[in-house]
């Protein structure tokens, strides 16, 4: 009999220490070292979003990244919304055109209602119809040392473009999607293990559990399901550019598996959530943590 190729998870990705390294708000993926990997060399698509029309947010670098390469090679067409990343962004697109799907680019501030509206027209125009949003932007300010460093502005911001987001575009795409469609909203473990240093990004998060269990209630009746993903430590831009150069070097050490996880052990999860492969599953928190329990 033919031996299976397993392996130790803890052994499939890099470890730290990492090089010391830090960046400034938002991060650019071309900077980081090591470079993130989003699946690009091995997620193998089913055609299991043949067709679909998706629109992601945050879908420069990152998770959002390996989300949209993935659904790209399951069919689906690509709306890549993200801050200014440019050089990043065209990365993603380059990725999604590779897989012979559409994409559409759409830079843009989330922080308002009249932005976010913006961007559903322009994906609206741009594909006819969305069904699956992710909503996966988001910012994570530098991590302070005393809870007074926590002042209105950041606090603001924070919420302004991390959750209340989630209420304005949901709300203006609602007319462009079908009975069949979902949602899938990006939540982190910090919605369960506040960090005191990122209190502001964290209460956010746990905002967004409890706006995503009722969402699923509300829009169940017509077809639509709602779910969440919740990571765990992930190697993304949003982490160097939040913590100190010496703690990214030691990042994803604390977790169970001993490392973070990368970008493309995320996709998986969103793939699930996005196909009829979860056609029962709604309201539900699907977390990606490496054995830090939700909880
Ligand atoms: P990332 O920096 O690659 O992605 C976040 C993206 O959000 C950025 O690329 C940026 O384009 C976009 N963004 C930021 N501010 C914006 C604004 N004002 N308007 C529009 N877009 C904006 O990092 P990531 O880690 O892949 O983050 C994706 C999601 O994963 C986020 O919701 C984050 O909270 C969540 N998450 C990350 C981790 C982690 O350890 N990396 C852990 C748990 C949850
Ligand atoms: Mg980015």
Not at 41 to 62: E, F, N, Q
Not at 82 to 109: C, I, M, Q, S, W
Not at 197 to 226: M, W
Not at 245 to 260: C, H, L, V, Y
Request: aromatic fraction near 6%; glycine fraction near 8%.
């Amino acid at each position: 009999m033919t031996k299976a190729a397993m392996k130790d998870p803890k052994e499939l990705k890099q470890k730290p220490p990492f090089p010391a390294q830090e960046q400034e708000h938002p991060g650019a993926e071309s900077g980081m070292q090591p470079r993130a990997d989003h699946g690009e060399s091995s997620y193998r698509g089913l055609g299991r979003l043949k067709d679909r029309v998706a629109l992601i947010t945050g879908a420069d670098s990152g998770i959002g990244r390996a989300v949209a390469l993935a659904y790209a090679r399951e069919g689906a067409d690509v709306g890549i919304a993200y801050l200014n990343e440019h050089e990043d962004a065209n990365e993603t697109r380059r990725l999604v055109e590779e897989a012979g799907r559409k994409a559409a680019l759409f830079p843009g501030d989330l922080s308002s209602d009249a932005a976010c509206k913006k961007l559903v027209e322009d994906a609206a125009k741009a594909f006819g119809r969305i069904d699956i949003l992710v909503n996966n932007a988001a910012e994570q300010g530098k991590a302070v040392e005393s809870f007074e460093e926590l002042d209105a502005e950041r606090v603001e911001r924070a919420f302004r473009v991390n959750i209340l987001s989630m209420f304005h575009i949901v709300r203006h795409a609602l007319p462009h999607m079908k009975p069949g469609s979902v949602i899938i909203n990006t939540s982190s473990i910090q919605a369960y293990q506040p960090r005191p240093e990122i209190l502001d990004y964290a209460a956010t998060k746990g905002a967004i559990v409890t706006f995503s269990k009722g969402l699923a209630k509300a829009l169940i009746g017509r077809g639509i399901r709602v779910n969440t993903v919740a990571p765990g430590p992930v190697w993304t831009p949003l982490v160097v550019q939040s913590f100190p150069a010496n703690k990214n070097a030691e990042f994803g050490q604390n977790s169970p598996m001993e490392r973070p996880a990368q970008p493309a052990e995320l996709a998986p999860a969103y793939v699930f959530l996005a196909s009829d492969e979860s056609s029962y599953v709604t309201g539900e928190v699907l977390g990606v943590t490496g054995g830090k329990p939700l909880g």
